[in-house]
């Protein structure tokens, strides 16, 4: 076994807006930037849609176990990370997907709500013989 083939992880990269993930080799001592430099290159290389270009600086890695919570330090070795799986979003992109979730969140916590006091009332009137029409 060689040694440079020993440092190689397979690590799967998800782009936010974009169907299926990204598979490639990194070495487990590339920072966060070359492998979201590396993810660039792929997705481009593919064709993928929508395109993206190639400027780190406007991208965010974040561990996709995590979502979109804090996005990883770009000098950050990548194999100290203990996943092989992560998320590629623009910056404002991740920020507008947790807001979405808070409201959605909210939303279905309201409707739950909703369907707790209706589903109360019609227990109670069927207690008490009391028509719904």
Not at 38 to 65: I, M
Not at 94 to 122: A, F, G, P
Request: aromatic residues 6%; hydrophobic residues 35%.
């Amino acid at each position: 076994v060689k040694t440079n083939e020993i440092n190689r992880l397979l690590v799967t990269v998800n782009v936010l807006g974009s169907a299926g993930p990204l598979r490639f080799l990194v070495r487990y001592d590339d920072p966060v930037q070359k492998v979201m430099e590396t993810a660039l290159k792929s997705y481009a290389r593919e064709g993928r849609l929508p395109v993206l270009g190639q400027n780190t600086k406007l991208f965010e890695l974040h561990n996709a176990n995590s979502g979109c919570g804090q996005a990883l330090d770009p000098f950050e070795i990548i194999g100290a990370l203990g996943t092989r799986n992560f998320l590629l979003c623009k910056k404002h992109e991740c920020k507008l997907q947790e807001e979405e979730e808070k409201v959605t969140s909210t939303s279905h916590h309201h409707h739950q709500k909703t369907n707790l006091w209706k589903n109360w009332l019609n227990t109670m009137s069927l207690g008490f013989g009391i028509s719904s029409h």
